[in-house]
């Protein structure tokens, strides 16, 4: 199928037909991120309790980070796809640009973050010196380093916009594989590695996400024709184009970072009755990703979907796209409520 062939579906396919199509193979590498979260805290924990405690600690901020990234590519995605359905090619090249830049941002504020409040953070939750450099240790690496996540979401959501889900599972994929498969060799020192314990966590983390980033960026130059990226004319910042991303893009982010916020209070709070507690809210937030990971992917696929059609102003279609997707989210949370009551027993 072509490019631009590939991009009208958004406009013509029947929603039946069109919502699981497109959303589907986001779900799918949803659920091999869930999978991952899961085997990385396995192995942390095998290696030691104070490991994973100090990874449970240090997950809300990795949870921002990925509010940040993915609140500011629903806003890039919506944009792009509306400007598709407008016909504008060069207007949603130009807020592919602006995306970026927007993503890069929000880099810099986590690698300073990184630089110098790592420990201060550790520092607001625990006493143990232990758990002090532990989780400072794997905070430092996963924020200091974190450009893989930030760029490898802006090029899924660019082939997600459209209609390239598949390419966009297949760079989420990689990187949640190589994380699984490096995960047991650089914690445990494997295959001539050297032992890096909970560090070894994190850096696998990171050549996952960079893995997922460089993939992403080949894909988009050689199969996304219509967002494909050059150097000329030179970039600069749009201010209404940044606009336009951030009023779509923020709610999200704040939506998203709700549940790091939680996580944070129920830490300090747990804390108080011992590194137990705190290991089993971590355990906990990492399955529930098996019902929510899904249905996240259901909405970013809905994104493209809606925002071409409403460029298009194809206004039924977009509402037949909510009913659609609505039908499929009842049903997999039904799933998973059931999975969650049963399973336990």
């Known amino acids: ?129 232990n758990l002090q450099k532990l989780g400072e240790e794997y905070l430092f690496i996963v924020t200091v380093f974190c450009l893989g996540l930030f760029m490898s979401v802006v090029f899924e959501r660019m082939l997600q916009a459209t209609g390239n889900t598949t390419l966009s599972m297949a760079t989420q994929l990689l990187g949640a594989i190589v994380n699984i498969i490096l995960d047991p060799i650089m914690i445990f020192g494997l295959l001539g590695c050297p032992r890096m314990g909970i560090a070894g966590a994190a850096i696998a983390t990171v050549i996952g996400q960079f893995c997922g980033m460089f993939l992403g960026f ?60 705190v290991n089993v809210l971590g355990a906990y937030f990492k399955l529930q990703s098996f019902v929510f990971m899904p249905v996240f992917g259901l909405s970013n696929g809905l994104v493209a979907i809606v925002g071409y059609n409403y460029g298009a102003h194809l206004r039924e279609r977009v509402y037949a796209a909510v009913r659609v997707a609505l039908r499929m989210a009842i049903v997999l949370m039904a799933v998973g409520m059931l999975l969650f009551m049963t399973i336990p027993q």
């Open 1 to 129: 199928m072509q490019q631009q062939e590939r991009s009208k579906m958004l406009g013509t396919m029947p929603m039946n037909k069109l919502v699981p199509k497109v959303a589907v193979p986001i779900m799918i590498s949803m659920l091999v991120q869930a999978l991952y979260n899961v085997v990385d805290g396995i192995f942390v924990a095998r290696y030691s309790a104070d490991a994973f405690t100090a990874v449970s600690l240090v997950f809300p901020v990795q949870m921002l980070m990925i509010a940040v990234s993915t609140g500011l590519g629903v806003g890039i995605n919506s944009l792009i796809s509306r400007r598709l359905g407008e016909k504008r090619g060069d207007a949603a090249l130009d807020a592919a640009k602006n995306g970026i830049f927007l993503e890069l941002c929000g880099v810099a504020l986590f690698c300073l973050f990184g630089l110098f409040l790592s420990k201060v953070y550790m520092h607001l939750f625990t006493d143990d010196a």
């Open 218 to 277: 080949i894909l988009n130059q050689t199969r996304n024709h219509e967002l494909h990226l050059t150097l000329r004319p030179f970039f600069r910042p749009h201010g209404a184009v940044l606009t336009d991303i951030l009023a779509v893009g923020i709610p999200s982010v704040v939506m998203q970072a709700i549940s790091s916020v939680m996580n944070v209070l129920m830490n300090m709070i747990l804390l108080g009755f011992g590194n137990v507690a």
